[in-house]
C-alpha cells in the first residue's frame, strides 16, 4: 500500500523528493540567529540548543500572578531532574514552534531540558520513512481513501529508520541519564525500546497532537485500529507511564485512558509569529511574501503556467486569511469557497469589486510532511478551475520559513483601517495555534467545530464556530458573518476589541508557553510519583 500510495500521490510532483533531500540535508541543520530564539541543531549529537535575550521577568510580565506562584511551586519540585524531548524536525508543524520557548522556559526555571531532533535516512536512496509517518496520520485523521491501510513494508522503514536514529541518539549522556523522555507523534515511537535498554530509571511519555477517534481505534480490524495496535502493543507504547492528547476525550487511545493527560498546543507572546512587530517590520514581512509571490509568478511564467500567476498582497485591501501547512486536514478548499462565497454576498449588497477583499491561503513545509508540494498544487487546481472569475484575488503560497513575515500578515497594517478575518477551517484537527496567535492581535476568528479548535474560540466573542456536519459545511453563515463585519466597520471594531479582551482573559492564560511548561511541570511531577492521570487541564482551575 505504501508503495501504491508513493507512486499514485507523488509521481506528478516530480520536485518533491528533491524537495524532501534539501530539507534532510540543510533545514534540520539549520541556524537561525535572528530569530527571538536562536536554535541551532548540532548534526554530530542531534541535540538543539535554544538561546535567547529573553529572562524570566518577561515571562512573569505576562503571566497572573497566582499562575506564575504554581508555576515556580511546579519547577522547584522538579530541582534536579532532568527531562528529554525527541521529535522529528526542528522547523516546520507545531513541535517545533512550542519547543524552542518550552526548552527555554524550563532551563531558566531551573529545570535541565535537552532538545533532540532525529537525523535523516542515512541513504536518501532508500524509501522515506515520512511517506509512512504521514500515511498513518492521514489514516488517524481520517483523511485518507477508506481502504487505505499500512503494511508491514511502512513498518520496516520505519523501525529501521529508528534504529539508525539510535547509533547516535542512545549514546547521548543527556538521555541516557534522563529522568524524563519525552517523545513527540508517531515518528520516533520505535525509539521508546531502545530508551528502556539505555535508560530503564527514565519515566517515558508520549505525546500526540493529532485528531484521532477512540471509537475506530478501538477498533483492531478498522484501518485506524490497525495503526492503534501498531503504535501502542508492537512500537511498546501501551507500556509507557503517560500519553498527553489535546482535551478531547475522543483522542484517547483505547486502554490508555488512566495514563492520559490533557495538555493543549500553545503559542508563545515573544517569538516572532507574536511579538509587537514595528511599522518597518510589517512592511518588510509583507514586502518578504510579495517577493515570494513574484518569484513564484516567475517560474509559473517560465513554466508556461499563466493560469497560476497571483497578485501580490494589497495592505489597503480587506482581507481574508488562513495560515496553514498545506496538508490533508487543513480544509484549504473550503477556506476558499468560504473566501468566494463571502465576496458574492457582498458584491449582491452592492459592494464594487475593487472593495472586496483579497483572500489569502499561506503556509510552509515540514521536514516530515511531504505532503506539502502536491496539497498545494491541488490548490492551485481548484484555485483556477472552480472559480476563474475570482482567482485573481486568491492568492495561494507555500512561503519559505520566516515567521515575521507570518506575523506582519497577521498584524493590521500601519496606518490601515481594511478589515481583516482569519480562517480556520480543518477538517480535522488536534488543537491549532494559530487561532490563538490571531486572538492575541485582535482578528476574528472563523473555525470549524473539528477536533480541538473550539477550545480556542469564544463563539459570538472571537469569532465563530461553523457546524462542519451541516450541509456545505455551514459555510452560508461563516460567508454571512464575515461579510457583515466587512461592510460594517462599528460591527468589525466592537468584533476585534471583544477579541481582544477574550484573548487577555483566556488565551492569553491558557494557550501560552508558561500554561504549557506548568502543565508539564505538574505531569511530570505526577509521573515521577506514580500517580494516575487525571483530566484538568485548564490553568484557571489548576490554580484554584
Request: hydrophobic share 40%; glycine share 6%; with cysteine.
Given at each position: 500500500m505504501?508503495?501504491?500510495?508513493?507512486?499514485?500521490?507523488?509521481?506528478?510532483f516530480?520536485?518533491?523528493?528533491?524537495?524532501?533531500?534539501?530539507?534532510?540535508?540543510?533545514?534540520?541543520?539549520?541556524?537561525?540567529?535572528?530569530?527571538?530564539?536562536?536554535?541551532?541543531?548540532?548534526?554530530?549529537?542531534?541535540?538543539?540548543?535554544?538561546?535567547?535575550?529573553?529572562?524570566?521577568?518577561?515571562?512573569?510580565?505576562?503571566?497572573?500572578?497566582?499562575?506564575?506562584?504554581?508555576?515556580?511551586?511546579?519547577?522547584?519540585?522538579?530541582?534536579?531532574?532532568?527531562?528529554?524531548?525527541?521529535?522529528?524536525?526542528?522547523?516546520?508543524?507545531?513541535?517545533?514552534?512550542?519547543?524552542?520557548?518550552?526548552?527555554?522556559?524550563?532551563?531558566?526555571?531551573?529545570?535541565?531540558?535537552?532538545?533532540y531532533?532525529?537525523?535523516?535516512?542515512?541513504?536518501?536512496?532508500?524509501?522515506?520513512?515520512?511517506?509512512?509517518?504521514?500515511?498513518?496520520?492521514?489514516?488517524?485523521?481520517?483523511?485518507?481513501?477508506?481502504?487505505?491501510?499500512?503494511?508491514?513494508?511502512?513498518?520496516?522503514?520505519?523501525?529501521?529508520?529508528?534504529?539508525?536514529?539510535?547509533e547516535?541518539?542512545m549514546?547521548?549522556?543527556?538521555?541516557?541519564?534522563?529522568?524524563?523522555?519525552?517523545?513527540?507523534?508517531?515518528?520516533?515511537?520505535?525509539?521508546?525500546?531502545?530508551?528502556?535498554?539505555?535508560?530503564?530509571?527514565?519515566?517515558?511519555?508520549?505525546?500526540?497532537?493529532?485528531?484521532?477517534?477512540?471509537?475506530?481505534?478501538?477498533?483492531?480490524?478498522?484501518?485506524?485500529?490497525?495503526?492503534?495496535?501498531?503504535?501502542?502493543?508492537?512500537?511498546g507504547?501501551?507500556?509507557?507511564?503517560?500519553?498527553?492528547?489535546?482535551p478531547?476525550?475522543?483522542?484517547?487511545?483505547?486502554?490508555?485512558?488512566?495514563?492520559?493527560?490533557?495538555?493543549p498546543?500553545?503559542?508563545?507572546?515573544?517569538?516572532?509569529?507574536?511579538?509587537?512587530?514595528?511599522?518597518?517590520?510589517?512592511?518588510?514581512?509583507?514586502?518578504?511574501?510579495?517577493?515570494?509571490?513574484?518569484?513564484?509568478?516567475?517560474?509559473?511564467?517560465?513554466?508556461?503556467?499563466?493560469?497560476?500567476?497571483?497578485?501580490?498582497?494589497?495592505?489597503?485591501?480587506?482581507?481574508?486569511?488562513?495560515?496553514?501547512?498545506?496538508?490533508?486536514?487543513?480544509?484549504?478548499?473550503?477556506?476558499?469557497?468560504?473566501?468566494?462565497?463571502?465576496?458574492?454576498?457582498?458584491?449582491?449588497t452592492?459592494?464594487?469589486?475593487?472593495?472586496?477583499?483579497?483572500?489569502?491561503?499561506?503556509?510552509?513545509?515540514?521536514?516530515?510532511?511531504?505532503?506539502?508540494?502536491?496539497?498545494?498544487?491541488?490548490?492551485?487546481?481548484?484555485?483556477?478551475?472552480?472559480?476563474?472569475?475570482?482567482?485573481?484575488?486568491?492568492?495561494?503560497?507555500?512561503?519559505?520559513?520566516?515567521y515575521?513575515?507570518?506575523?506582519?500578515l497577521?498584524?493590521?497594517s500601519?496606518?490601515?483601517?481594511?478589515?481583516?478575518?482569519?480562517?480556520?477551517t480543518?477538517?480535522?484537527?488536534?488543537?491549532?495555534?494559530?487561532?490563538?496567535?490571531?486572538?492575541?492581535?485582535?482578528?476574528?476568528?472563523?473555525?470549524?467545530?473539528?477536533?480541538?479548535?473550539?477550545?480556542?474560540?469564544?463563539?459570538?466573542?472571537?469569532?465563530?464556530?461553523?457546524?462542519?456536519?451541516?450541509?456545505?459545511?455551514?459555510?452560508?453563515?461563516?460567508?454571512?458573518?464575515?461579510?457583515?463585519?466587512m461592510?460594517?466597520?462599528?460591527?468589525?471594531?466592537?468584533?476585534?476589541?471583544?477579541?481582544?479582551?477574550?484573548?487577555?482573559?483566556?488565551?492569553?492564560?491558557?494557550?501560552?508557553?508558561?500554561?504549557n511548561?506548568?502543565?508539564?511541570?505538574?505531569?511530570?511531577?505526577?509521573?515521577?510519583?506514580?500517580?494516575?492521570?487525571?483530566?484538568?487541564?485548564?490553568?484557571?482551575?489548576?490554580?484554584?
Amino acid at each position: 500500500m505504501l508503495k501504491t500510495k508513493t507512486k499514485n500521490t507523488l509521481s506528478s510532483f516530480t520536485d518533491i523528493l528533491a524537495l524532501i533531500k534539501f530539507w534532510q540535508k540543510n533545514l534540520t541543520n539549520s541556524v537561525r540567529t535572528q530569530e527571538t530564539f536562536r536554535v541551532y541543531r548540532d548534526p554530530a549529537t542531534y541535540e538543539v540548543t535554544v538561546d535567547s535575550d529573553l529572562t524570566l521577568e518577561n515571562y512573569r510580565r505576562e503571566t497572573p500572578v497566582l499562575d506564575w506562584e504554581l508555576l515556580l511551586k511546579w519547577a522547584k519540585d522538579m530541582s534536579g531532574k532532568s527531562v528529554v524531548f525527541i521529535n522529528p524536525t526542528m522547523e516546520g508543524g507545531g513541535v517545533a514552534m512550542m519547543r524552542p520557548p518550552l526548552i527555554l522556559l524550563l532551563n531558566m526555571l531551573g529545570v535541565e531540558a535537552h532538545w533532540y531532533v532525529m537525523g535523516g535516512r542515512t541513504n536518501l536512496n532508500e524509501p522515506n520513512p515520512f511517506l509512512f509517518t504521514k500515511q498513518m496520520h492521514n489514516i488517524l485523521q481520517r483523511r485518507s481513501a477508506p481502504s487505505e491501510r499500512i503494511d508491514d513494508a511502512g513498518k520496516l522503514i520505519h523501525q529501521k529508520w529508528n534504529k539508525e536514529n539510535t547509533e547516535i541518539l542512545m549514546v547521548q549522556q543527556a538521555i541516557i541519564n534522563a529522568d524524563i523522555v519525552v517523545l513527540d507523534d508517531p515518528q520516533p515511537a520505535p525509539l521508546k525500546r531502545y530508551i528502556e535498554k539505555v535508560n530503564p530509571n527514565a519515566k517515558l511519555i508520549w505525546r500526540s497532537h493529532i485528531d484521532t477517534s477512540f471509537e475506530l481505534m478501538a477498533d483492531k480490524s478498522s484501518p485506524q485500529g490497525e495503526i492503534a495496535s501498531y503504535l501502542m502493543d508492537e512500537c511498546g507504547l501501551r507500556d509507557v507511564d503517560a500519553v498527553v492528547n489535546h482535551p478531547v476525550k475522543e483522542f484517547i487511545y483505547p486502554g490508555m485512558y488512566d495514563k492520559t493527560f490533557f495538555v493543549p498546543a500553545t503559542a508563545d507572546p515573544f517569538d516572532d509569529l507574536n511579538r509587537v512587530l514595528s511599522k518597518k517590520e510589517i512592511k518588510n514581512g509583507i514586502n518578504f511574501i510579495n517577493r515570494e509571490i513574484t518569484n513564484q509568478n516567475k517560474m509559473f511564467a517560465s513554466d508556461g503556467r499563466l493560469n497560476d500567476i497571483q497578485s501580490e498582497l494589497d495592505t489597503k485591501r480587506r482581507r481574508i486569511v488562513l495560515i496553514a501547512r498545506f496538508d490533508e486536514s487543513k480544509g484549504m478548499d473550503k477556506a476558499m469557497a468560504l473566501g468566494v462565497e463571502t465576496r458574492q454576498s457582498m458584491i449582491n449588497t452592492g459592494m464594487s469589486k475593487s472593495k472586496l477583499p483579497q483572500i489569502v491561503i499561506v503556509g510552509n513545509g515540514s521536514v516530515d510532511d511531504p505532503s506539502g508540494m502536491p496539497i498545494y498544487e491541488k490548490m492551485l487546481q481548484i484555485r483556477r478551475e472552480k472559480y476563474p472569475n475570482d482567482k485573481n484575488d486568491i492568492i495561494i503560497m507555500r512561503l519559505s520559513h520566516n515567521y515575521e513575515a507570518i506575523n506582519a500578515l497577521m498584524s493590521p497594517s500601519p496606518g490601515g483601517d481594511a478589515q481583516m478575518v482569519a480562517l480556520q477551517t480543518s477538517e480535522a484537527e488536534g488543537l491549532e495555534t494559530r487561532v490563538s496567535d490571531w486572538i492575541r492581535h485582535g482578528i476574528p476568528v472563523v473555525i470549524s467545530n473539528r477536533g480541538g479548535l473550539s477550545l480556542q474560540v469564544v463563539d459570538g466573542k472571537s469569532g465563530i464556530v461553523l457546524d462542519f456536519d451541516k450541509p456545505n459545511f455551514d459555510i452560508d453563515r461563516g460567508a454571512s458573518f464575515i461579510s457583515e463585519l466587512m461592510m460594517d466597520s462599528e460591527k468589525y471594531t466592537s468584533m476585534s476589541n471583544s477579541t481582544m479582551e477574550l484573548a487577555k482573559s483566556y488565551n492569553n492564560r491558557e494557550f501560552t508557553t508558561t500554561a504549557n511548561a506548568t502543565r508539564l511541570l505538574r505531569l511530570f511531577c505526577m509521573v515521577l510519583a506514580d500517580k494516575k492521570a487525571d483530566k484538568v487541564w485548564n490553568i484557571s482551575e489548576i490554580s484554584a
